[in-house]
């Protein structure tokens, strides 16, 4: 990342002012992944395209630069070329996260058409007998690599996004290759988040310390943000809640996707009221957080080697000054496997 775009983001931070938005424009979506923490369901009361295009009104007053664009699946929202349209208007750095289950040549020629800056596609497996069953559709995988296709050949930044879980840890390597030979980026986390509903059966899939050691530190490094890196060490304060905030389908607002506590709805108050004139208490009580409330992460031993992200702590104990148990195993697998190299 240059020195301009950290200083921009950091002057951001200062001010806690938003400079990336993350839009979960949907809940429905045409895969059941085993370890995904969206509870799939109908909702009647999603945003609407005027609500949406409203919402990244006020997002461009704020000075946001970057959004994203999720679900679910985006492409299940038949208003989305209509969306991007408007996002378009205001110059923002689009990034589109879909499963490409369904990213046909004219949902392609739309995403190529309102210039996004990026297209992010779900990958589960470098085989059909994996990924297949990870998100369990017949055909996926032949399917996501089609969609990779159609949108490099309209001149669009593609990268495949992988969670790295128990079933296709033997595929990590075979997955990045896959993505070299399609001609795009690749990204693999071993974070795995519980379900929105509190279910914590999609963490039973993930990696354990052993699984972690015995993969390549160096294929494991994605963040959810733009330019966020996540090899530097554990994050004991983030851009959750300051520079970064999540919009859920019926418009709750969150400090992050990974962080889902209601700080104000978008359809009852401005983003101005909820981000700056009268925030949340507990909104004012994280971005005050420093290191000195964080004492036990700070002082260990496995900082360096930990993907911490206070969200997820947040999830895992309610309380985003401490450590996660999921994550501490993590780092000591991250560290051995660090040693062994």
């Known amino acids: 990342m240059s020195d301009l775009?950290?200083?921009l983001q950091r002057a951001y931070w200062t001010r806690n002012q938003l400079h990336a938005l993350i839009v979960e424009l949907t809940a429905r979506c045409p895969c059941r992944c085993r370890h995904c923490y969206i509870v799939h369901e109908a909702l009647p009361d999603e945003l609407t395209t005027g609500d949406v295009c409203h919402i990244l009104d006020q997002a461009?007053?704020?000075?946001?630069?970057?959004?994203l664009l999720t679900?679910?699946?985006p492409l299940a929202r038949r208003d989305l070329p209509a969306i991007?349209?408007?996002?378009?208007r205001h110059r923002f750095f689009v990034t589109v996260l879909t499963s490409g289950l369904t990213l046909d040549d004219n949902a392609a020629d739309e995403l190529a058409r309102h210039k996004v800056f990026a297209v992010e596609l779900s990958l589960l497996g470098a085989t059909s007998a994996v990924n297949d069953d990870m998100m369990q559709v017949d055909g996926a995988l032949e399917r996501i690599k089609?969609?990779?296709r159609r949108v490099r050949r309209r001149g669009l930044r593609v990268t495949l996004k992988a969670t790295m879980l128990r079933a296709n840890a033997g595929e990590l390597a075979a997955m990045a290759a896959l993505a070299r030979e399609l001609d795009c980026g690749f990204s693999a986390s071993p974070v795995v988040v519980p379900r929105r509903s509190g279910d914590r059966e999609p963490q039973r899939l993930?990696?354990?310390e052993d699984d972690l050691a015995a993969l390549d530190p160096a294929l494991l490094g994605a963040g959810l943000i733009p330019g966020?890196?996540?090899?530097?060490g554990a994050l004991l304060v983030c851009k959750a809640g300051r520079s970064v905030a999540g919009v859920s389908p019926q418009?709750?607002?969150y400090p992050c996707i990974m962080w889902p506590r209601s700080v104000g709805n978008l359809r009852e108050r401005s983003l101005r009221d909820i981000w700056h004139d009268h925030p949340d208490p507990y909104l004012q009580e994280l971005r005050a957080l420093t290191a000195d409330d964080m004492p036990a992460c700070a002082g260990c031993d496995l900082r360096a080697w930990c993907r911490r992200c206070p969200g997820l702590v947040w999830q895992e104990t309610g309380d985003p000054r401490g450590a996660a148990p999921s994550l501490c195993a993590g780092a000591r697998g991250h560290r051995r496997a660090g040693q062994s190299r």
């Open 228 to 232: 966020e890196e996540v090899r530097g």
């Open 146 to 148: 089609e969609a990779v």
């Open 84 to 88: 991007l349209a408007h996002a378009r």
């Open 251 to 253: 418009g709750e607002v």
């Open 60 to 67: 461009r007053n704020e000075g946001v630069f970057h959004l």
């Open 5 to 7: 775009v950290q200083d």
């Open 206 to 208: 993930a990696l354990d």
């Open 71 to 73: 679900g679910g699946e």
